[in-house]
């Protein structure tokens, strides 16, 4: 049982620690743009800043898109194989997507309280958009490894 847990919901428990940790303000858009400008600029030395913003901006979303995407793949890992549970699929990934959803906009409002982050709805959308992602590839999975 205790086996079961570690190898099935501790992955779940530490990604969303990454989750938490992504929102404090070492995450920050002025943190991260220490990092991607400077790799930008060793890149192509004359882009111009409105490109770097740009380029930043993408990486961003991306980044929430991906972080979700593998939530919801850890979430159907742990119910699926970890649970053995026999429901029908589709409650089962409506469920999942809630639950990432949820996690998301739990995400957003502790940001609010983040003085150098801000809570966006729209990040909740781009997150709920990942974890419908990260779904459809377990369905994938799920597809092929049954053939």
Known sequence: MMRSFLRYWMP??????????????????????????PFLRWLRPA???EAIGQVQFFVR????????????????????RGANAERKMAILYVNLWLA???????DEYHQAFVPSRGAAWG???????????????AARRRKTDRT
């Not at 990432?100 to 739990?106: E, G, P």
């Not at 781009?126 to 590839?137: E, H, M, R, W």
Request: charged residues 15%.
């Open 47 to 49: 882009i111009s800043s």
């Open 61 to 80: 979303k991306a980044a929430h898109l991906i972080e979700y995407a593998i939530l919801a793949m850890l979430l159907w890992r742990a119910i699926v």
């Open 123 to 137: 990040d909740v959308l781009i997150d709920s958009g990942g974890a419908i992602f990260g779904l459809l590839i």
């Open 100 to 106: 990432a959803t949820l996690v998301a906009a739990c």
């Open 12 to 37: 779940v428990i530490i990604w969303l620690g990454v989750i938490f940790f992504c929102s404090t303000d070492f995450m920050s858009a002025e943190h991260t743009s220490r990092i991607i400008e």
